[in-house]
């Protein structure tokens, strides 16, 4: 990640009387002195991500854009039928031409609903809620894993739980399968030659160092500092740049068990939605929408740069050395020592950091990473978008443009469900995606009571959250949800630098965001 300071635009809120005006300026420009634009994307894609793709699944730039726009169709479109089918549903994949989906189900009369999504319906006999317990009984048993037996995943294409043994050690893999007491047929034992290991040795291009000796890499932003792997550090171990210039502290990690860390920066650090395409830019990270099974993902870390293949497994446990991990995603991408905690991307959307693998990027391996959301939720972190524009060390006093004159207060303006307020704006929201308002930008006040309404589509749960700047990150101060309407929000602030941060949790549709200060 490029962690340089980057400077952030803003609106301001122009006290007048008793009340605070909110007034808008003008910009003569996007972008800063100082901060260079996102380059140009095709569909929404960066190059950099297209030219990878390109590279490592032998397509061209057009495969490779209209593989993008597949997966992304098919991840919405898997969330649908799993809530539809419910226990019947069996796991969904992508074929190997990246074009066809295809979705198990348990129950044949089922398959009409699956071909009217357009997909193509899989008789099993397993959904994969049952494929998920035969698992955890597995994850229960995992101490009793000898070394020759290096993991083992939900494989929704076989409609089994897969244990990988070395060669010439499938008997291993039977009787740990035994001494998990899981049912006949659900277990698969194949012979591997894999030794995955935690890959926290040390070089590359933007790499942080972990109490000045081992190095990893960055995996993505968040509000306050990064996530990355957890075998990287452990809680309380201080970390620098590649600058050698003091970063932060490892916050949390967990590992094994899980495989994250999490690492709080300092006010010279600014966390920035973006990862280093390695080739001179950066790519941006627009969400963290799970992408299915056959979907390709993309990695990049500080020894080996970015690297493409596809998603094989999800749910995978890993028996490293040090202890088995499980939930991990399993990929037939490459890694090397230094790459550990680095960013996996499925077009812009961010899917985890790098835990471990087998093999390397000369003869090709496999490679597994810790989700990215399973970080989030069990830290409660926020995610840190392109949109976003990142948090400013020092939100300058003016935000960055000349407001105009201050001007009595303007009427407050009463918008769908009763939402009113002085500064109205509406966008697109979409389950595991953010936005901030107003305008990717932040806004001053000299304080008082900020008052803000969001009205969300139906069918559709929004979260509102009021961030303030504090001084390296910008903090959650007030929150809420839109549950039988629209969401509310009215706290007393002192003077300082906010944000709006609208969050979709479930749906899809477009909001309207109302809100003053008084």
């Given at each position: 990640?490029?962690?340089?300071r980057m400077?952030?635009i803003g609106v301001?809120?122009?006290a007048?009387?008793?009340?605070?005006?909110?007034?808008?300026?003008?910009f003569?420009?996007?972008?800063?002195?100082?901060?260079?634009a996102?380059?140009?994307?095709a569909?929404?894609v960066?190059p950099e991500?297209?030219d990878?793709?390109?590279r490592?699944?032998?397509?061209?730039?057009d495969?490779a854009?209209r593989?993008?726009?597949t997966?992304?169709w098919?991840?919405?479109?898997?969330?649908?039928l799993r809530a539809d089918?419910?226990?019947?549903?069996?796991?969904?994949?992508l074929?190997?031409?990246?074009?066809?989906l295809?979705?198990a189900?348990a129950?044949?009369?089922?398959?009409?609903?699956?071909?009217?999504?357009g997909?193509v319906?899989?008789?099993?006999?397993?959904?994969v809620a049952?494929?998920?317990a035969v698992?955890?009984?597995?994850d229960?048993?995992g101490?009793?894993?000898?070394?020759d037996?290096t993991?083992?995943y939900?494989?929704?294409?076989?409609?089994a739980?897969?244990?990988?043994a070395q060669p010439?050690a499938a008997?291993?893999?039977r009787?740990?399968?035994?001494?998990g007491?899981?049912?006949a047929g659900?277990?698969?034992?194949?012979?591997s030659?894999?030794a995955?290991?935690?890959?926290?040795d040390v070089?590359?291009?933007?790499?942080?160092l972990?109490n000045?000796a081992?190095?990893c890499s960055?995996g993505?932003?968040?509000?306050g500092?990064?996530?990355?792997?957890?075998?990287?550090g452990?809680?309380g171990d201080?970390t620098t740049?590649?600058n050698?210039?003091?970063?932060?502290?490892f916050?949390?990690?967990s590992?094994?068990?899980?495989?994250?860390?999490v690492?709080?920066?300092?006010?010279?650090w600014?966390?920035q939605g973006v990862v280093?395409?390695f080739?001179?830019?950066?790519?941006p990270?627009n969400g963290s929408t799970?992408?299915?099974?056959g979907?390709s993902?993309?990695?990049?870390?500080?020894t080996t740069?970015?690297r493409c293949g596809?998603?094989?497994a999800?749910n995978a446990?890993?028996n490293?050395?040090?202890?088995?991990?499980?939930?991990?995603?399993r990929?037939?991408?490459?890694?090397?020592?230094?790459?550990?905690?680095?960013?996996?991307l499925?077009?812009?959307?961010?899917?985890?950091v790098?835990?471990g693998g087998?093999?390397?990027?000369?003869?090709?391996?496999?490679?597994?990473?810790?989700p990215?959301?399973?970080?989030?939720?069990r830290?409660?972190l926020?995610?840190?978008?392109?949109a976003?524009?990142g948090a400013?060390?020092t939100?300058?006093?003016?935000?960055?443009?000349?407001?105009?004159?201050?001007?009595?207060?303007?009427?407050?303006?009463e918008?769908?469900?009763g939402?009113?307020?002085?500064?109205?704006?509406?966008?697109q929201v979409?389950a595991?995606?953010a936005q901030v308002?107003p305008?990717g930008r932040?806004?001053r006040t000299?304080?008082?009571?900020?008052?803000?309404?969001?009205a969300?589509p139906?069918g559709?749960?929004?979260r509102?959250?009021?961030?303030?700047?504090?001084?390296?990150?910008?903090r959650?101060?007030?929150?809420?949800?839109t549950?039988?309407g629209?969401a509310?929000?009215?706290v007393?602030?002192?003077a300082?630098?906010y944000?709006?941060r609208?969050?979709g949790?479930a749906?899809a549709?477009?909001?309207?965001?109302?809100f003053s200060v008084?």
């Open positions: 990640m490029d962690r340089r400077t952030a301001v809120v122009a007048v009387g008793a009340t605070a005006a909110v007034t808008l300026p003008s003569a420009g996007e972008n800063a002195p100082g901060r260079r996102a380059p140009p994307a569909g929404g960066a991500v297209l990878a793709l390109s490592d699944l032998s397509l061209t730039r495969q854009a593989r993008l726009s997966e992304r098919a991840a919405g479109t898997v969330t649908r089918l419910g226990a019947d549903y069996g796991g969904s994949w074929g190997a031409d990246g074009r066809t295809h979705v189900v129950d044949p009369a089922r398959a009409a609903r699956v071909r009217a999504a997909a319906p899989e008789q099993v006999d397993r959904g049952e494929l998920d698992k955890t009984r597995l229960a048993a101490a009793t894993a000898t070394p037996i993991g083992w939900v494989d929704v294409a076989d409609n739980v897969v244990v990988l010439g008997a291993s893999g009787r740990f399968a035994a001494a007491g899981v049912p659900t277990v698969r034992v194949r012979t030659d894999e995955p290991r935690p890959l926290f070089r590359g291009g933007d790499p942080f972990i000045n081992a190095r960055v993505f932003s968040v509000v500092g990064f996530v990355t792997a957890g075998h990287c452990r809680p201080r740049g590649a050698r210039v003091a970063q932060g502290t916050a949390a990690s590992f094994p068990g899980d495989d994250w860390g690492v709080r920066v300092n006010g010279d600014t966390p280093n395409d080739n001179g830019g950066t790519v990270v799970e992408a299915p099974v979907a993902v993309c990695r990049s870390g500080s740069g970015t596809v998603i094989q999800r446990t890993v490293y050395p040090e202890g088995t991990v499980t939930g991990l995603t990929t037939d991408v490459c890694a090397e020592p230094g790459d550990s905690g680095g960013a996996w499925s077009g812009d959307q961010a899917q985890g790098t835990s087998s093999g390397d990027c000369t003869r090709g391996g496999v490679t597994f990473f810790q990215v959301n399973e970080i989030l939720q830290n409660n926020t995610l840190v978008t392109a976003d524009g400013p060390s939100p300058p006093a003016d935000g960055g443009a000349t407001p105009p004159a201050p001007t009595a207060p303007a009427p407050p303006t918008g769908p469900d939402c009113a307020g002085q500064v109205s704006r509406t966008g979409a595991g995606r308002q305008d932040f806004f000299s304080g008082g009571t900020q008052q803000a309404c969001l969300a139906d559709a749960r929004v509102l959250e009021l961030q303030r700047f504090t001084g390296s990150a910008f959650t101060v007030a929150r809420a949800e549950a039988d629209p509310r929000l009215s007393a602030t002192p300082g630098a944000r709006y609208v969050v949790l749906g549709g477009a909001y309207t965001l109302a008084r």
